[in-house]
């Protein structure tokens, strides 16, 4: 084994891809093209990486750019911040809620017109205390569930979205400034690697963001379909 004064031909490669995509990941190259560029550089490197050792070595480099910890023991002072109140008793602030219910009764509607409420700057919703709305506040919506006209429905309905009627078939939907994005069924983003890639980013640009994943759980819907063919 080689001291530092000596290194491998192995450890001065790793040092040099390790380098590169970290500068990948610095230009913001989207997950395809970072992976591609690795898998180039150590080919003309005379070296031959797997898939698996690629995202490895890409996953270490956004670890070192963003100076993430590599988890925490019971050695250190674990610093978190106090748990608030988006929804009070209901949804949580900065962190992960889940609304589970039957279908079609009201979940949409209802995390829509809080929604409402909250970017109008009501104090409460249904008695209950809301969050104070921040300088820039942002919503990201992904919602596979429904396609763009029922969303275009709910949101104009909650006033999240102005409708203007071009004829008696279509209409021109705007969403609310504050809506930064949506992907509904018909314009869907994927939880793949680079899907995920994709939401992370929206989330950086629009920091404190509202995130909101509409979903219908598979077991739910293979159970409501069994008892459709039993009815039948």
Known sequence: MSNDKNPTADQLFFAAVNELAVRLHRQEQPIRLRHASIRS????????????????????????????????DATEAIRVPRMEWFWEGIFLRDRVNLLIAREKVGKTALVLYLLRSWLSGCPSFMGLELAKLPDRPAILIVGPDQGLADW???????????????????????LVPEIKKIWPQDAPVFLDEEGIANIAQHCADHPGALYLRFTRSPQWAAWTQGKRRRLR
């Open 152 to 174: 275009s429905w709910y949101l104009s309905k909650a006033g999240l979205a102005t409708e203007t009627v071009i004829d008696d078939d279509t209409a021109d939907i705007r």
């Open 41 to 72: 550089f150590a080919y003309g490197e005379n070296f031959s990486l797997k898939d698996n050792e690629i995202r490895f070595i890409d996953k270490q480099a956004e670890r070192q750019l963003h100076d993430w910890k590599d988890g925490y």
